[in-house]
């Protein structure tokens, strides 16, 4: 089973899986980008981190209970 890294993306407002399959990250920096985007309280931790989403936009993400604090709806989603 791939790592799957969720995160809240703020502009599409929905909780988003981050992984190596959708180019998400290629490199071990790229993964920890991931990482702390999924785990960013704005405001407290620090500025949003941009990341691509799927349409190769720019958009903020910030920690993913934002939006699903318990990622199960994403989970059956993803199968």
Same mark, same amino acid.
């Given at each position: 089973?791939?790592?799957?890294? /969720?995160?809240?993306?703020?502009?599409?407002?929905?909780? /988003? +899986?981050? *992984?190596?399959?959708? =180019?998400?990250?290629?490199?071990?920096?790229?993964? +920890?980008?991931?990482?702390?985007?999924?785990?960013?309280?704005?405001?407290?931790? =620090?500025?949003?981190?941009?990341?691509?989403?799927?349409? =190769?936009? /720019?958009?903020?993400?910030?920690?993913?209970?934002?939006?699903?604090?318990?990622?199960?709806?994403?989970? /059956?989603?993803? *199968?």
């Amino acid at each position: 089973q791939p790592l799957r890294v /969720v995160a809240s993306a703020l502009t599409s407002e929905c909780s /988003v +899986a981050l *992984g190596s399959d959708e =180019g998400s990250w290629r490199s071990l920096p790229e993964l +920890a980008h991931c990482m702390r985007a999924s785990m960013l309280l704005p405001g407290i931790c =620090g500025p949003v981190v941009p990341l691509n989403n799927s349409r =190769g936009e /720019v958009e903020p993400h910030a920690d993913a209970m934002l939006f699903e604090p318990i990622p199960y709806r994403l989970a /059956v989603r993803e *199968g």
